[in-house]
């Protein structure tokens, strides 16, 4: 952390985007994380990816739980909505707010122990239910707020600081989001922002519920021989299952590839989704064996990332629940008080 | 990384750091300094209200801080990293006076003269700031120093040229006075007509600075008829300096475009001329004169006319009636060469009194016999080592405007410097054409998890101007000074503007761990961690663009990933936030002072 703002002055050749901003708009307060942290290059990673989106930040809501992770709000998107929730309660808070104003764009910022612990419920039912958001989880396995207990994503058999093993077993939220329906599953790395910042791309363009599961270090607990959370484990065991490029508008493909080796997906907004191959099997269009080489590959003790599972039709909450196309909060009198006769109409289709 | 593996391929090699130059040239205003003084050192003194610490640090180098801090030509700011950052570069120069003018009695910190002299004798023609820079490294090291000058007083062009309303005599007396003050025999007054008879006179060496003292003349119709009211620029300041000339006439006209012509237009305007008028043949933007003394004539209600070739002195029964210029345009041919096309409008007539000739200088040796193996190139220059400033007779050096034709002061010094070293080896029998490295150290900055002994908040404030005296009490004197230094308070601001280039960003890579911490908080993109590759197809996959191919790329040794730190250096802000968001202490702050080595026990060789 540091004591110093920001300076304001930024490089006299910084880009613009279309509208006019500078990467450096998309900024928030300066971390107070330790130096080094994971969870701020995630952070960058956001800003640049709203950056590249174009995205108004006036039309972005970020909702976060508790822990260092759900800190992070504060460092990114400074014109934008936030709600800095209660422990492990974000998901609820976000679902509410996606209801009452469904044109919003609605990123869920969470870590391991606000998801993974007191808030697993929480976040079991907001990807079941198919809410309309990103949901990131900055998952460095550790407790870092209360000085380094292991957290339920930890792996077994990986040790503490200390030197302690973990004897539980882990959960894998990735596998969990699969397994729950999530119709946009990512996994990545702090560390590799090649990879994370299309990804975040993606998942902000996805219509239904977006799921990453980004490994950050923690450098002040986790990141010692032993873990398996540690920048030079990660990239020891990084099984990058595709590379990503994502385009709001369908453009010609200017590389060769071998015939399999690029997917293109077009989401429902229109983005295509081109993906490189690495692992020739590899198809993110299939669930089950995505989830099937998630568990095989978490044996060998690699670490799978890259774009699982994406269903570009997918539906969301609001398609489930036949929900206006104005949003709720937008809806006036007139619209929300039919009037007695509608009423008597309604009870009595229910007698 | 895209296929291209460690190291890539033709990649640029790790920098370096242990090269001097590679760290001076990221201080872009102390290398862009003649004499390399250590700018962001004694602008951090000046900001912590010690002034004469300030001052000895400008001393050492530049050897005249007061009059410097006033006049100099300022190569440091145009390259000052502010200005690249932001609109403006920081006030270095007038920084320097501040401190000049602000410090305690410091004659007791000048160096010690020894009592028992080394038997050595110097002789050093003309009293300007080389020859005066060359007696200033000479005499605490024991030697004989004898100056020899035309005019009454010591000082050269410092004191016949620029104008007193620019700098005021005390300090030229008083920055002179401190090496005069060391026991230099002078013989002033006296114009030395032969550098043989000096070779007689036995010197050990001889030490030639006298600058570039004859003004070129215009040979135009009328010149002689109406040569009462027509004077050369430099001959007519130097005799309004030495109180000969008190008067010039109502309407004048200046031709030239340089610093000697803002400073002949700024003095008729003192002296009677309520109408001047600045006359230059190329464009407004092409004229020589710095643009800060083109302001201060145009502030001063002086108008600068482009564009306009003189052609003929009108005159009248002996007597100076005006001018006439031809009216020309710029052309350019396809290799961007100029020249002046008539644009075939009328010629234009200006009317005047007195017209002061300021289109430039010239060397002139006419003192200096053949005989003495002194020789000259085709342009009339001396024949030089460009290092060593030895001239062809090995006994004899050359320094200031003298060697290689006009440039200003503190070339002048930086040359001073150099010659004492070559004097200073010659005279005891040591080869000249080595020379001393310059003393380097380098000190971590930091104190704390978010502690620098150094201020790295970096001040958002624009450029300070520095107060006037009231223009209804300068122009009616050649003596009051327009300028008037900024109060300790504005100072203070203008120093904080300073990013202290010298803090350097030191990386080291076996500590990295790539957690992008750093590319993440710097304020300007100026760190990337990428593959490596050729510079110019690397320069184009930086995190920001690298268009500024003057500065350079600070690449460390390959990363654990097979990666590469790149730092482009252009607008680094030197804040430190780098070093504050390691988590490994892979980046330090450190500070680098280079201080240039004079002659002395560090350059020679036994």
Same mark, same amino acid.
């Given at each position: 952390?540091?004591?110093?703002?920001?300076?304001?002055?930024?490089?006299?050749?910084?880009?613009?985007?279309?509208?006019?901003?500078?990467?450096? /708009?998309?900024?928030?307060?300066?971390?107070? !994380?330790? +130096?080094?942290?994971?969870?701020? @290059?995630? &952070?960058?990673?956001?800003? #640049?990816?709203?950056?590249?989106?174009?995205?108004?930040?006036?039309?972005?809501?970020?909702?976060?739980?508790?822990?260092?992770?759900?800190?992070?709000?504060?460092?990114?998107?400074?014109?934008?909505?936030?709600?800095?929730?209660?422990?492990?309660?974000?998901?609820?808070?976000?679902?509410?707010?996606?209801?009452?104003?469904?044109?919003?764009?609605?990123?869920?910022?969470?870590?391991?122990?606000?998801?993974?612990?007191?808030?697993?419920?929480?976040?079991?039912?907001?990807?079941?239910?198919?809410?309309?958001?990103?949901?990131?989880?900055?998952?460095?396995?550790?407790?870092?707020?209360?000085?380094?207990?292991?957290?339920?994503?930890?792996?077994?058999?990986?040790?503490?600081?200390?030197?302690?093993?973990?004897?539980?077993?882990?959960? /894998?939220?990735?596998?969990?989001?699969?397994? !729950?329906? +999530?119709?946009?599953?990512?996994? @990545?790395? &702090?560390?590799?922002?090649? #990879?994370?910042?299309?990804?975040?791309?993606?998942?902000?363009?996805?219509?239904?519920?977006?799921?990453?599961?980004?490994?950050?270090?923690?450098?002040?607990?986790?990141?010692?021989?032993?873990?398996?959370?540690?920048?030079?484990?990660?990239?020891?065991?990084?099984?990058?299952?595709?590379?990503?490029?994502?385009?709001?508008?369908?453009?010609?493909?200017?590389?060769?590839?071998?015939?399999?080796?690029?997917?293109?997906?077009?989401?429902?907004?229109?983005?295509?989704?081109?993906?490189?191959?690495?692992?020739?099997?590899?198809?993110?269009?299939?669930?089950?064996?995505?989830?099937?080489?998630?568990?095989?590959?978490?044996?060998?003790?690699?670490?799978?990332?890259?774009?699982?599972?994406?269903?570009?039709?997918?539906?969301?909450?609001? /398609?489930?629940?036949?929900?206006?196309?104005?949003?709720?909060?937008?809806?006036?009198?007139?619209?929300?008080?039919?009037?007695?006769?509608?009423?008597?109409?309604?009870?009595?289709?229910?007698? | 990384?895209?296929?291209?593996?460690?190291?890539?391929?033709?990649?640029?090699?790790?920098?370096?750091?242990?090269?001097?130059?590679?760290?001076?040239?990221?201080?872009?205003?102390?290398?862009?300094?003649?004499?390399?003084?250590?700018?962001?050192?004694?602008?951090?003194?000046?900001?912590?209200?010690?002034?004469?610490?300030?001052?000895?640090?400008?001393?050492?180098?530049?050897?005249?801080?007061?009059?410097?801090?006033?006049?100099?030509?300022?190569?440091?700011?145009?390259?000052?990293?502010?200005?690249?950052?932001?609109?403006?570069?920081?006030?270095?120069?007038?920084?320097?006076?501040?401190?000049?003018?602000?410090?305690?009695?410091?004659?007791?910190?000048?160096?010690?003269?020894?009592?028992?002299?080394?038997?050595?004798?110097?002789?050093?023609?003309?009293?300007?700031?080389?020859?005066?820079?060359?007696?200033?490294?000479?005499?605490?090291?024991?030697?004989?120093?004898?100056?020899?000058?035309?005019?009454?007083?010591?000082?050269?062009?410092?004191?016949?040229?620029?104008?007193?309303?620019?700098?005021?005599?005390?300090?030229?007396?008083?920055?002179?006075?401190?090496?005069?003050?060391?026991?230099?025999?002078?013989?002033?007054?006296?114009?030395?007509?032969?550098?043989?008879?000096?070779?007689?006179?036995?010197?050990?060496?001889?030490?030639?600075?006298?600058?570039?003292?004859?003004?070129?003349?215009?040979?135009?119709?009328?010149?002689?008829?109406?040569?009462?009211?027509?004077?050369?620029?430099?001959?007519?300041?130097?005799?309004?300096?030495?109180?000969?000339?008190?008067?010039?006439?109502?309407?004048?006209?200046?031709?030239?475009?340089?610093?000697?012509?803002?400073?002949?237009?700024?003095?008729?305007?003192?002296?009677?001329?309520?109408?001047?008028?600045?006359?230059?043949?190329?464009?407004?933007?092409?004229?020589?004169?710095?643009?800060?003394?083109?302001?201060?004539?145009?502030?001063?209600?002086?108008?600068?006319?482009?564009?306009?070739?003189?052609?003929?002195?009108?005159?009248?029964?002996?007597?100076?009636?005006?001018?006439?210029?031809?009216?020309?345009?710029?052309?350019?041919?396809?290799?961007?060469?100029?020249?002046?096309?008539?644009?075939?409008?009328?010629?234009?007539?200006?009317?005047?009194?007195?017209?002061?000739?300021?289109?430039?200088?010239?060397?002139?040796?006419?003192?200096?016999?053949?005989?003495?193996?002194?020789?000259?190139?085709?342009?009339?220059?001396?024949?030089?080592?460009?290092?060593?400033?030895?001239?062809?007779?090995?006994?004899?050096?050359?320094?200031?405007?003298?060697?290689?034709?006009?440039?200003?002061?503190?070339?002048?010094?930086?040359?001073?410097?150099?010659?004492?070293?070559?004097?200073?080896?010659?005279?005891?029998?040591?080869?000249?054409?080595?020379?001393?490295?310059?003393?380097?150290?380098?000190?971590?900055?930091?104190?704390?998890?978010?502690?620098?002994?150094?201020?790295?908040?970096?001040?958002?404030?624009?450029?300070?101007?520095?107060?006037?005296?009231?223009?209804?009490?300068?122009?009616?004197?050649?003596?009051?000074?327009?300028?008037?230094?900024?109060?300790?308070?504005?100072?203070?601001?203008?120093?904080?503007?300073?990013?202290?280039?010298?803090?350097?960003?030191?990386?080291?890579?076996?500590?990295?761990?790539?957690?992008?911490?750093?590319?993440?908080?710097?304020?300007?993109?100026?760190?990337?961690?990428?593959?490596?590759?050729?510079?110019?197809?690397?320069?184009?996959?930086?995190?920001?663009?690298?268009?500024?191919?003057?500065?350079?790329?600070?690449?460390?040794?390959?990363?654990?990933?097979?990666?590469?730190?790149?730092?482009?250096?252009?607008?680094?802000?030197?804040?430190?936030?780098?070093?504050?968001?390691?988590?490994?202490?892979?980046?330090?702050?450190?500070?680098?002072?280079?201080?240039?080595?004079?002659?002395?026990?560090?350059?020679?060789?036994?």
């Amino acid at each position: 952390m540091t004591y110093l703002a920001k300076p304001r002055f930024h490089h006299p050749k910084l880009p613009t985007n279309a509208l006019g901003y500078t990467r450096r /708009d998309y900024e928030g307060a300066v971390s107070t !994380l330790c +130096a080094g942290c994971g969870h701020d @290059s995630i &952070s960058a990673a956001i800003i #640049q990816a709203c950056f590249e989106l174009d995205l108004p930040p006036h039309r972005i809501a970020k909702l976060s739980g508790i822990g260092c992770s759900s800190k992070t709000p504060t460092y990114f998107l400074g014109a934008s909505h936030g709600f800095n929730s209660v422990h492990g309660r974000m998901p609820s808070v976000l679902t509410g707010a996606n209801l009452a104003n469904r044109d919003l764009v609605y990123l869920g910022v969470s870590g391991d122990g606000d998801s993974a612990s007191i808030g697993l419920g929480q976040f079991a039912h907001s990807i079941r239910r198919a809410v309309n958001m990103l949901y990131i989880v900055e998952n460095n396995g550790v407790y870092g707020l209360t000085k380094g207990q292991f957290s339920a994503t930890a792996d077994k058999g990986s040790l503490s600081k200390r030197g302690v093993a973990n004897h539980d077993e882990p959960i /894998d939220l990735a596998s969990m989001a699969l397994l !729950l329906g +999530a119709s946009f599953v990512a996994r @990545s790395f &702090s560390g590799d922002k090649e #990879q994370l910042v299309p990804l975040i791309k993606a998942a902000l363009r996805h219509k239904g519920a977006a799921f990453i599961d980004c490994i950050s270090p923690c450098v002040a607990f986790n990141n010692h021989p032993g873990s398996t959370k540690s920048f030079d484990f990660v990239r020891e065991h990084n099984d990058a299952v595709n590379r990503l490029d994502v385009m709001v508008e369908r453009a010609p493909i200017e590389t060769e590839y071998a015939p399999g080796e690029l997917v293109e997906v077009t989401q429902h907004d229109g983005t295509v989704l081109r993906l490189r191959k690495l692992d020739a099997t590899y198809d993110p269009r299939d669930r089950g064996a995505a989830m099937a080489y998630l568990q095989q590959q978490s044996a060998k003790g690699e670490v799978v990332t890259g774009l699982l599972f994406v269903d570009p039709e997918a539906a969301d909450l609001h /398609d489930a629940l036949s929900t206006v196309a104005t949003p709720l909060n937008a809806l006036d009198d007139a619209a929300l008080v039919p009037g007695a006769k509608a009423l008597d109409k309604l009870n009595a289709s229910l007698r | 990384m895209d296929g291209r593996g460690p190291g890539g391929v033709g990649g640029v090699p790790p920098t370096d750091i242990r090269n001097p130059d590679y760290f001076h040239k990221v201080v872009d205003c102390q290398w862009a300094c003649p004499a390399h003084t250590p700018v962001p050192e004694y602008i951090r003194l000046i900001a912590a209200g010690r002034y004469s610490d300030a001052y000895m640090v400008n001393w050492k180098s530049n050897v005249f801080p007061g009059i410097l801090g006033r006049t100099c030509d300022r190569p440091c700011e145009p390259a000052c990293r502010r200005g690249r950052v932001e609109d403006e570069p920081v006030a270095i120069c007038r920084l320097k006076r501040v401190a000049a003018d602000n410090k305690d009695d410091i004659r007791h910190r000048l160096p010690a003269i020894p009592a028992v002299k080394n038997g050595k004798r110097v002789a050093l023609v003309g009293a300007g700031p080389a020859a005066l820079t060359v007696a200033r490294d000479l005499m605490p090291l024991g030697y004989h120093c004898t100056v020899f000058d035309r005019d009454q007083r010591a000082g050269g062009m410092i004191r016949s040229q620029i104008p007193r309303f620019r700098l005021p005599e005390e300090v030229i007396d008083e920055e002179v006075g401190y090496i005069t003050g060391m026991g230099v025999e002078l013989r002033l007054g006296q114009e030395v007509r032969s550098l043989q008879a000096i070779l007689d006179e036995g010197f050990d060496a001889v030490f030639v600075g006298t600058g570039a003292p004859r003004g070129k003349d215009l040979d135009l119709p009328g010149r002689r008829e109406a040569a009462a009211n027509i004077h050369v620029g430099i001959d007519w300041l130097s005799s309004v300096s030495f109180g000969h000339v008190e008067r010039i006439g109502r309407r004048v006209i200046v031709l030239g475009g340089g610093n000697t012509a803002m400073d002949c237009c700024r003095s008729a305007r003192r002296l009677g001329g309520d109408e001047v008028k600045v006359v230059v043949r190329s464009g407004y933007d092409e004229m020589k004169a710095s643009p800060w003394e083109k302001e201060d004539a145009t502030h001063e209600g002086i108008p600068i006319l482009n564009f306009m070739v003189p052609k003929e002195f009108l005159h009248e029964g002996g007597r100076l009636t005006g001018m006439l210029f031809e009216r020309v345009r710029a052309e350019y041919d396809e290799r961007g060469r100029r020249s002046l096309v008539p644009t075939g409008e009328p010629d234009e007539r200006i009317d005047c009194d007195d017209v002061l000739v300021a289109v430039g200088q010239e060397n002139a040796f006419p003192w200096i016999e053949r005989e003495t193996g002194v020789e000259f190139d085709r342009w009339g220059l001396p024949k030089l080592d460009p290092v060593t400033f030895q001239a062809t007779n090995p006994r004899v050096f050359f320094g200031g405007d003298s060697a290689f034709g006009p440039k200003n002061i503190i070339w002048a010094v930086a040359h001073g410097h150099e010659a004492a070293i070559s004097i200073d080896r010659f005279c005891r029998g040591e080869d000249v054409a080595e020379r001393p490295p310059p003393g380097v150290e380098t000190s971590s900055q930091k104190m704390g998890i978010h502690e620098w002994s150094y201020d790295n908040d970096i001040s958002a404030d624009l450029r300070f101007r520095v107060p006037w005296a009231e223009p209804e009490k300068t122009l009616r004197s050649i003596s009051v000074e327009v300028e008037l230094g900024f109060d300790a308070r504005t100072a203070f601001a203008e120093a904080q503007r300073c990013l202290n280039c010298d803090v350097q960003t030191v990386f080291t890579a076996q500590l990295c761990i790539e957690c992008d911490a750093c590319a993440d908080i710097c304020p300007v993109d100026c760190i990337t961690f990428t593959a490596n590759g050729p510079e110019a197809e690397l320069r184009g996959r930086l995190n920001a663009p690298s268009v500024n191919l003057t500065q350079a790329l600070y690449l460390s040794e390959d990363l654990k990933t097979g990666r590469v730190m790149v730092k482009d250096e252009d607008v680094c802000l030197h804040c430190g936030l780098c070093a504050e968001r390691c988590p490994t202490g892979a980046w330090d702050m450190q500070k680098f002072l280079l201080e240039m080595t004079h002659a002395g026990h560090a350059c020679r060789s036994h």
